[in-house]
Nanobody
Framework: QVQLVESGGDSVRPGGSLRLSCTAS??????????MAWFRQAPGKEREIVAG??????MTYYSDSVQGRFTVSRVKNTVYLQMNSLKPEDTGIYYC??????????????????WGQGTQVTVST
């Protein structure tokens, strides 16, 4: 079993920054996580991909809405999401996700088989 635990959510003003963390713990030596990603879900909306990376360090993915403002990175079993120039539309619950598959379609949440509990990000005046 592998668990994903997020932290770092908070309330900030527009233009501010936050860094989210997601740590994978448990049987990480046996269960290989090939891809890790951040999704978010705003009230009344579907869950959407924000950013992701492959654990081999070969690629990153960003949605159009966060490209240039957010940066995803990884150190050992922790994935980070650095969020700069935050906007009110970035408000939502941010979920860390991981896949053990050999490939994923980033925009398809069902391709990720491990999920964290989520952390709330609120951007408002």
């Amino acid at each position: 079993q592998v668990q994903l635990v997020e932290s770092g959510g908070d309330s900030v003003r527009p233009g501010g920054s936050l860094r989210l963390s997601c740590t994978a713990s448990g049987d990480t030596d046996t269960l290989i996580l090939s891809y890790m990603a951040w999704f978010r879900q705003a009230p009344g909306k579907e869950r959407e991909i924000v950013a992701g990376l492959d654990t081999a360090g070969l690629m990153t993915y960003y949605s159009d809405s966060v490209q240039g403002r957010f940066t995803v990175s990884r150190v050992k079993n922790t994935v980070y999401l650095q969020m700069n120039s935050l906007k009110p539309e970035d408000t939502g619950i941010y979920y860390c996700a991981a896949s053990t598959s050999s490939w994923v379609v980033w925009t398809v949440a069902s391709h990720f088989d491990l999920w964290g509990q989520g952390t709330q990000v609120t951007v408002s005046t």
